[in-house]
């Protein structure tokens, strides 16, 4: 495996050998791969699915970063999802209510609703599979939003935290 000068791994075919041979139920859809034509022929036969065939873009790694971060990859049920009405029906009173709305606007000022979104879904997701993550660190426990969806335990109202040290 090789890293390419966007971040991204890149496998050789071995590579996706030793990855059917480990686990061959493994989905590796997303995976990127240098691969033959020989590789293709070889897949077929066997029937196996076929991979992403890494191509080096043309974008500079600043052009290629922006691009990505207008595409979360998450079902279609949490790009789609209402974020903002969701996180509304979580608060209980008024005060909840009015510190949500303010920081709803802020994220949505800021084009942020998709990595609301995604948010949701990586915590849904890590509490399905009983995955442990921490209670709350840096300026991130200044949101109330980050706080009904899970991210962190720190109650920003309780503590009257100012979303301004998060949204900088």
């Known amino acids: 495996m090789k890293t390419d000068i966007y971040g991204q791994q890149v496998y050789s075919e071995a ?9 061959p139920s493994r989905n590796l859809n997303q995976v990127l791969v240098e691969k033959s034509i020989q590789f293709d022929e070889i897949l077929s036969v066997v029937n196996i699915p076929n991979f992403k065939a890494y191509t080096q873009s043309r974008l500079t790694p600043a052009q290629f970063d922006e691009e990505k971060q207008s595409h979360w990859y998450m079902p279609d049920e949490y790009a789609q999802f209402d974020i903002a009405k969701w996180v ?8 909840e ?36 993550w921490g209670v709350g660190r840096g300026s991130s426990v200044a949101s109330f939003v980050l706080f009904l969806i899970g991210i962190h335990k720190i109650n920003s109202l309780y503590y009257d935290l100012s979303i301004d040290e998060f949204l900088k």
Do not use: P, W
Not at 15 to 23: G, H
Not at 121 to 127: F, S
């Open 97 to 132: 209510l009015q510190r949500a709305g303010d920081e709803l606007l802020k994220f949505h000022d800021r084009d942020m609703f998709s990595l609301l979104q995604y948010l949701k879904y990586l915590v849904d997701t890590m509490r399905q599979y009983n995955i442990v």
């Open 15 to 23: 590579d996706l050998c030793d990855f059917f041979l480990q686990d």
């Open 88 to 95: 509304l029906d979580q608060c209980n009173d008024e005060a």
